[in-house]
């Protein structure tokens, strides 16, 4: 198999969605994350939650009943229904007694927090058990929750995007909460729905941008059309659940965090709040409407063969079935979006071959609690197989996933391209952020006779180490073959610039078995399914080594990765590979 250079071929006339030539995206020059003052602002604002004025701000009319239930028609999950039953929350394999829980402190990672705060287990009770059988389970914790918070407003418990969840949880679990007999437990139900909307009308704004101010809109929105006198909360917080949603996601429809879970959770949210629209027989307004079909999209084109997401931003696969669900329930149809300009995410198909290339910077440190330096980076699959991957799931540590561990896979050597001088494209911080780095990316595609060619720049070493890398990409008609070229040129304004080591990993999916062959230059990839293919590189020493992958539930797997390590000399140079199915 011949791996020379990429001849320069004639491009076909460029489709619609098409990348216009020379396409540059560049990372956001203020990406500092929070400012001190911004900081300062927020957290003395949290402090004013705990004041006899902000009690008074929370109180009203006590609503006597709710206008309507909505259709949940998002699938929970039964395994942690029934965990429930048996006595303990799980929540990505930790577990939480239920007689040990002390709902004013739950010494828990951050995301099983929200999970219980959130009122999320509804759904994963509700799945598991009967509604008779599951009714005392949900009393019994709503009122433990109404006896440490509902009077006392404190985060994490009233953040503002956990108590929108809340919210759309009671109202569409309310006959697991609201059946008792006990006016006096319904009537506090029923306020502590209130008073959470009322803290919403007055915190929603001050949600960070992205998913967070979404979802606190969306709450007000959702007890606007639920609670008795809502029309100028309707009014009110459908306007502030505009410029919220105009704020989170890019015109593609990806959302700004760049992460394809939290694609997801906006989806589920507002596959909801349709829900909501739907039971008061009320039309959804289009602008919701509009940006449903522009994320199901984006959401789509990066989905592999198997139904689940690429693992991307520190994330890992959903159960594919659940995707369908929560794709269903947006009551959108629509298709793959196949190049997300500014999300960033580029997509080439062809036969049962599904590729996807990270073709843009990095996310905004401030939007990203897990953003990754995976630029460049790409995955592969081949129909329900996943043969090249990302190792994924940093945004997913739990009691499988140590935080350690964790962030350790946002780097860049967990990701499926080039890694110059075993460092990092764009730097992670001490604190988690994403410091300096990639800043600019430039993006070439072109439909070719040949098949689809798709070429992609970043300078995310060439202040550090002087040379920027380009990763081109051509996929066969067929999908059966796909050439590629990683190429690190130097930069034409360093003076000196010294010999680099660099080393290009191909991490492989867990049902990808690989065998070298004898002159170290290429390799077998077995498919579980039976099918074969073949990896060729034409410069460098190719080596398999360990790697692992993370599933959609936080758990990691060994595997192993194909490793081209060579070095390049201060003229920069060009690596060729091949991968060809066989058979």
Not at 249 to 268: C, K, M, N, V, W
Not at 293 to 319: F, K, M, T, Y
Not at 328 to 343: E, F, H, V, Y
Request: with cysteine; hydrophobic share 40%; net charge neutral.
């Amino acid at each position: 198999m011949s791996t020379r250079p990429l001849p320069m071929m004639t491009p076909e006339p460029p489709e619609e969605d098409g990348i216009e030539q020379g396409k540059r995206l560049i990372r956001l020059s203020d990406d500092r994350g929070l400012s001190l003052t911004q900081k300062l602002a927020n957290h003395f604002y949290r402090m004013t939650w705990g004041t006899p004025f902000h009690t008074m701000r929370l109180k009203g009319k006590y609503p006597l009943k709710l206008l309507a239930v909505p259709d949940d028609a998002i699938p929970g999950d039964a395994r942690a229904g029934k965990a429930l039953r048996a006595g303990y929350f799980l929540f990505r394999g930790m577990r939480q007694q239920v007689a040990s829980l002390d709902w004013r402190k739950i010494d828990q990672p951050d995301a099983f927090v929200d999970y219980l705060h959130g009122f999320r287990w509804l759904r994963d009770l509700a799945v598991a058990t009967s509604r008779d059988n599951a009714v005392p389970v949900a009393e019994a914790q709503m009122r433990a929750w109404l006896a440490a918070h509902a009077e006392t407003v404190s985060e994490p418990a009233w953040r503002a995007d956990v108590a929108a969840w809340r919210i759309l949880h009671w109202t569409a679990f309310s006959p697991l909460i609201l059946s008792s007999g006990d006016l006096v437990y319904r009537s506090l139900v029923l306020n502590g729905i209130a008073r959470t909307a009322r803290h919403l009308d007055r915190s929603a704004d001050k949600a960070p941008i992205g998913l967070p101010r979404v979802t606190a809109w969306a709450g007000i929105v959702a007890a606007s059309l639920l609670l008795p006198g809502g029309e100028p909360r309707r009014i009110f917080g459908e306007a502030g659940l505009r410029r919220a949603l105009e704020s989170a996601f890019y015109a593609d429809g990806g959302i700004i965090s760049r992460s394809p879970l939290e694609q997801t959770e906006a989806i589920t949210l507002l596959a909801m709040l349709r829900a909501v629209y739907d039971v008061r027989r009320e039309d959804m307004p289009g602008f919701i409407a509009q940006t449903l079909e522009r994320i199901v999209a984006a959401l789509l084109g990066v989905l592999h063969g198997d139904g689940a997401p690429g693992s991307w931003q520190g994330g890992a696969p959903v159960d594919p079935a659940r995707i369908t669900a929560i794709v269903a329930a947006s009551g959108i149809r629509t298709r793959p979006l196949r190049q997300a300009r500014d999300w960033g995410y580029q997509r080439l198909s062809a036969g049962t071959t599904v590729i996807q290339l990270d073709a843009a910077p990095p996310p905004v440190a401030r939007l990203a609690r897990c953003g990754c330096a995976s630029t460049g980076a790409m995955e592969l699959s081949d129909g329900s197989t996943r043969v090249i991957v990302n190792c994924g799931g940093a945004a997913l540590a739990g009691s499988m996933l140590p935080a350690d561990l964790a962030q350790g896979l946002r780097t860049t050597a967990a990701h499926s391209t080039l890694i110059l001088d075993d460092s990092n494209s764009t730097a992670i911080m001490p604190d988690g952020s994403l410091g300096r780095g990639v800043g600019e990316v430039e993006l070439d595609r072109h439909e070719l006779e040949q098949g689809s060619r798709l070429d992609v720049a970043h300078d995310g070493y060439a202040k550090r180490l002087g040379f920027q890398h380009r990763r081109i990409l051509v996929l066969s008609n067929e999908g059966r073959e796909l050439r590629g070229e990683d190429v690190l040129l130097p930069v034409e304004k360093r003076r000196k610039i010294a010999d680099c080591p660099y080393a290009i990993r191909f991490h492989l999916g867990v049902e990808v078995e690989p065998t070298l062959t004898a002159d170290k230059q290429g390799a077998l990839l077995r498919l579980s399914n039976g099918a074969l293919w073949q990896f060729r590189v034409g410069a460098g020493e190719l080596s398999v080594e360990d790697s692992l992958w993370v599933d959609g539930d936080g758990r990691p797997h060994p595997t192993q990765q194909l490793v081209v390590n060579g070095t390049t000399g201060s003229g920069g140079t060009n690596i060729g590979w091949l991968l060809k199915k066989s058979g």
